[in-house]
């Protein structure tokens, strides 16, 4: 049978759907003819493995038996693929965080949520096959109104997986007067760090022991005032909290190998990885059996149903008893069975044979190919009772919660609803119908202009102040200093200002500004060099979500940059062709995104420097704009540029317009476009060599009717009616 596994990016380094893409291929390869298809991909990240881009995806679709798609709420493309031809599709969903963790304060992480649920409640009813990573999402599914006969269990890939597991063992009982807790997952809202801060505060005020907290995980700057909750929570706790963000793999190993406990306090999860990895190591848990972990956890004696912060506490006090330690150690090598390489390879070869069965066609497999692997947790005995008593002991002796209960959290098995999903929408739409969007009013004209003021971005390295966004000197360049606000915006001609404070020392960098929107994708690229940032034109043609401004240093940051806001306006709207610089052929050019660049000296005078066509163009007068920058500030480079009509059947078409003058000043050429539907190729040459390097943009021309004499074109209406007479 040839299956193919399709993922969006494989690109990340902790991505957890891109490994267990990687690793669905690498099993189904041993069984079937599989190849492995990505949107976006970066091949060292995988060496072992053969990445298809998505036009070979879409050249092999007819001659794929079936297709897995691992679904990631985000990629409309592909979901409306899958529902046009939902019989030769099985999607992988690895469940989704639901829309309520974030709709206080991240809107857009709501949005794309509720999205994602939607798109599997469609799913549903177009009765497409599921692979999920538990049964807890296999439930979900039914909410939605799958048929659980069409959706199998398959436990997620995780590089551990192959791991010798004396690599990874924890170094043991560690007497004293600290305790070393330990949490490993992504900085985002429903992993429950409040819950881990309040336990390890409890600990540390009710106990003898001092308490580190240690904290591993993606931060998502987008998040900040999340983050900014953490901090303060972190500054107020008894206990002492570390935060690492992203580690590399010895930094990891030595994190679990001296930690005394792996807390985990999650309030959703569609499996809970970190959870196996961590008792594959050897290390204790302690754990809120919420959503998945409910089921996968069901006989750990330290995993509780309840939220209760003074039996997390206790569990992790009793720990410290040898005896307590070690059987509870013996408990969960039983655990190791139930997530192992064996049993993902059986799950997956099973249900792939399953429900290609169901599909009724060529590539289906006999049933005896096709076995369902059964993966429980361990049977309770002797030794569970003993650390339920230790702990119950350990929890006489700690006093009374006031309080600690009452903070914001999730319950155990909290399903997402149909319901649920028709009460966002409606949310999100009725504020969409109520113009709350300030660049609604912007666009229908109740206002000319709006500040987007310094806390709607978001930034990878900085600070945020009360009036700027402040990005020190030394920062990295080449990245995305800041990005936002990811807001609606309807369909019109705008004009963009981005406003920094001046700098002391006029080192200013270059900076490229990305204008991106969610179904648009990058729309329009600018390089400018700082401060001269403001007159930024752009055209949305329909209206879209995610408006997003990024801005990237291509220089290093040698001095502090102060950003003080964005200004939007309205624009005139202008009958317009673009020409984009990627459309034109530039021999010698760094290819940027959304734009070309030319070093300094590179180009000998009379080397044609680019050339292109545009698209079809209305006849009559036009405006033609080549927009180059000498973002060097170096003398001006001389060039002349000839502009032709497209001449279909080969050579050269006739001239229509032949200039010389500094490259930079190439804006407002005039054209008189011979007749509709014309073509017309742009070349510029070199007239002299130029010191500062060049960028260009790309090309825009304009339609330029004549204006018209209101006394002259009576008088023409005035003959044409003689002449009738």
Request: charged letters at 25%; proline letters at 6%.
């Amino acid at each position: 049978m040839r299956v193919g596994v399709i993922v969006q990016g494989l690109f990340e380094k902790s991505d957890s759907i891109g490994y267990d893409a990687v690793l669905q291929h690498k099993l189904l390869r041993q069984a079937h003819d599989c190849t492995l298809y990505a949107e976006t991909s970066n091949p060292a990240l995988h060496p072992d493995v053969t990445i298809k881009g998505m036009d070979d995806f879409h050249r092999d679709f007819s001659g794929l038996d079936l297709v897995i798609y691992h679904f990631c709420d985000g990629w409309a493309e592909m979901d409306a693929f899958v529902l046009k031809r939902p019989e030769k599709f099985i999607v992988r969903w690895h469940n989704n965080t639901p829309p309520w963790f974030y709709v206080f304060k991240q809107k857009r992480f709501a949005q794309r949520s509720l999205q994602g649920f939607e798109v599997i409640a469609d799913f549903a009813a177009a009765q497409v096959r599921l692979l999920t990573n538990s049964r807890f999402t296999s439930e979900q599914f039914a909410v939605l109104g799958g048929d659980r006969n069409r959706a199998e269990v398959v436990y997620p890939g995780s590089r551990y997986l192959f791991s010798p597991p004396e690599k990874f063992q924890n170094a043991g009982d560690r007497r004293g007067d600290v305790i070393n807790v330990l949490f490993v997952g992504r900085f985002v809202a429903h992993k429950g760090h409040r819950n881990l801060i309040h336990v390890c505060d409890f600990i540390a005020r009710h106990s003898p022991y001092h308490v580190n907290l240690h904290i591993v995980g993606r931060r998502d700057t987008a998040l900040d005032e999340y983050n900014s909750e953490i901090e303060a929570l972190s500054a107020a706790s008894a206990a002492e909290v570390h935060v690492y963000g992203e580690v590399s793999e010895a930094k990891l190993y030595e994190l679990y190998d001296t930690a005394d406990v792996f807390l985990f306090l999650s309030e959703h999860e569609g499996f809970g990885l970190p959870v196996f990895e961590a008792m594959s190591r050897n290390l204790p848990l302690v754990a809120w059996r919420t959503s998945a972990l409910d089921d996968l956890l069901e006989s750990h004696p330290l995993a509780f149903k309840a939220f209760d912060i003074a039996h997390f506490a206790a569990a992790v006090l009793a720990l410290k008893k040898p005896e307590v330690r070690a059987r509870t150690l013996a408990i969960q090598q039983g655990f190791g069975a139930l997530y192992a390489l064996d049993v993902v390879k059986r799950q997956l070869l099973g249900a792939v044979g399953t429900l290609a069965n169901d599909q009724q066609g060529p590539g289906a497999l006999p049933a005896a190919t096709a076995p369902q692997a059964e993966a429980t947790p361990p049977a309770e005995g002797a030794n569970h009772a003993f650390v339920r008593n230790a702990l119950e002991e350990e929890r006489a002796r700690l006093p009374a919660v006031k309080g600690a209960n009452a903070f914001l959290h999730d319950f155990s098995g909290h399903y997402v609803s149909k319901y649920d999903l028709k009460v966002f929408r409606t949310f999100f739409d009725e504020q969409q119908r109520n113009d709350i969007n300030s660049m609604g009013n912007l666009a229908q004209g109740r206002v000319n202009a709006i500040d987007l003021a310094p806390e709607a971005f978001s930034l990878h390295h900085g600070e945020k102040k009360p009036d700027h966004l402040l990005i020190p000197a030394g920062a990295p360049h080449r990245k995305h200093i800041f990005f936002g606000p990811y807001a609606d915006i309807k369909q019109g001609h705008y004009e963009l200002d981005l406003v920094f404070a001046a700098q002391e020392g006029g080192s200013y960098p270059r900076i490229r500004v990305e204008l991106a929107s969610r179904t648009h994708g990058v729309f329009a690229v600018f390089t400018r060099r700082l401060p001269h940032t403001r007159g930024m034109a752009f055209h949305i043609p329909a209206d879209d979500s995610d408006f997003e401004i990024r801005a990237t240093s291509l220089d290093p940051i040698r001095e502090d940059i102060l950003f003080q806001k964005a200004v939007l306006r309205r624009a005139a709207p202008r009958d317009a062709v673009t020409v984009s610089a990627e459309a034109f052929t530039a021999p010698g050019a760094i290819h940027l995104k959304g734009a070309l660049e030319f070093p300094a000296k590179a180009h000998a005078k009379g080397t044609v420097l680019l050339s292109g066509a545009s698209g079809p163009l209305g006849k009559g007068p036009h405006i033609l704009d080549m927009v180059f920058r000498n973002i060097g500030y170096q003398r001006p480079c001389p060039v002349v540029l000839q502009v032709r009509a497209h001449n279909p059947g080969g050579g050269e078409g006739p001239l229509l317009q032949k200039m010389e003058g500094d490259i930079t000043q190439l804006r407002k050429v005039p054209l008189d476009v011979p007749r509709p539907g014309t073509r017309v190729v742009m070349e510029v040459a070199m007239l002299g060599a130029f010191e500062g390097d060049m960028v260009f943009e790309g090309a825009q021309i304009t339609s330029n009717p004549p204006a018209t004499n209101p006394k002259a074109k009576g008088l023409r209406k005035l003959t044409r009616l003689f002449r009738k007479k």
